[in-house]
């Protein structure tokens, strides 16, 4: 059996993290479906806002709308950055970091354990493990090197 080499290997970590956030992206504007609907976390963006002042208790709604704003555009940029692999390093340290800042805002507002069961963590490992590869799979940014 042939071994993945870790240019295949980071092609997959950008595929499904860029996917991951604008999956949830998608979520937030309803296009998963309506509030309650099965697989659907949010729904709409007045939910995901109430969410976002779940995850940061010191926020009124108007914070809360900045906050969920800047997420939104940060997930979007760097969802469809990664894609096609252009600026992988860059955004794969910025996704790290966006992943690490909702994991401890989901431990200290809603649970520690809630970081796991939503696999945050595990986002934030692989857009790390991602950073470290020097080049993936049909990447832009082989182009430039």
Known sequence: MK???TAQAGFVLRIVLGITMLSAVADRFGLW???G???VAWGNWDNFILYTQTLN???SKPLAEVLGALATFFEIIFGLF???GFKT???ALGTAALMLLFALSMAV???VKAPFDYSVLTSAAAALLLSALDKTY???DNRSK
Request: aromatic letters at 4%; charged letters at 10%; proline letters at 12%.
């Open 138 to 140: 049909l990447a832009l």
């Open 3 to 5: 071994k993945i080499g």
């Open 57 to 59: 208790s010191f926020a």
């Open 109 to 111: 507002s809603v649970s």
């Open 37 to 39: 609907a099965p697989g």
């Open 82 to 84: 990664l894609i096609p």
């Open 89 to 91: 390093r860059q955004v």
């Open 33 to 35: 479906g309506v509030p």
